[in-house]
């Protein structure tokens, strides 16, 4: 074998090594994104079927994504893959115009499990966990992988105070940093609640 083989030979295993640790970051990082928070459990005997539909954000955590939205809503469609098709609006009141984004959501532990991963960006997911939820399906508190993301969802642009403070104080108990919520402007329908 010449001397332009070998070195050929160790920089392709050099390159192959080196493409292995990438991937395998890649793939940590990634499953890093559909953790979920410690303290928080997903809801069980979760019904897909009944989550379908539109709701309105109540409250979040700022993050950039949502960075000057109101009028935020949510809206979950059956997949012919079995995920669930999410669509996501809200108004910047800076352009002036509405923002809409498009992505796609799969259960991580089964249907009957509030868990799913969302993905608005390719290959990329993130975890989204149903946490608590109204027996009717009237209200839902979600979480992201992390403490840094949150969210308080209703079917209706406003909704009684009662839910929001108890929203507020299961949030802090759970370790979210609820002095930072954003209580989001439904259109005339702004909420007044202090944490």
């Known amino acids: ?5 070998r070195r050929y030979l160790k920089s392709r295993s050099a390159s192959v090594k080196v493409r292995c640790l990438l991937m395998s970051a890649a793939l940590y990082l990634l499953a890093g994104c559909v953790g979920v928070p410690d303290g928080v459990e997903p ?11 539109k709701w309105y954000e109540i409250a979040r955590l700022d993050h950039s994504f949502e960075r000057g ?12 893959d079995g995920g ?23 259960f991580v532990q089964g249907d009957e499990k509030g868990f799913l991963k ?7 997911y993130g975890s ?10 009237r209200y839902a508190m979600v979480s ?3 403490k840094s993301y949150l969210w308080l969802l209703a079917r209706t642009p406003t909704i009684d105070k009662a839910i929001i403070e108890q929203f ?15 209580y989001v402007d439904q259109g005339g329908t702004d909420v007044d609640v202090q944490g």
Do not use: C, H
């Open 168 to 182: 507020v104080r299961k949030a802090k108990r759970l370790g979210f940093d609820t002095d930072q919520l954003i």
């Open 118 to 124: 969302v993905s608005f960006f390719g290959p990329f």
């Open 43 to 53: 809801v069980e005997r979760f019904e897909p079927s009944r989550y379908l539909g």
């Open 128 to 137: 989204y966990i149903i946490f608590d939820l109204d027996p009717d399906y």
């Open 1 to 5: 074998m010449s001397p332009i083989d």
């Open 84 to 106: 669930i098709r999410v669509v996501n609006e809200g108004y910047s009141m800076e352009s002036g115009e509405w923002s809409r984004a498009e992505g796609k959501a799969f």
């Open 69 to 80: 939205l109101t009028q935020v809503s949510a809206t979950y469609s059956k997949r012919e």
């Open 144 to 146: 992201g992988p992390n």
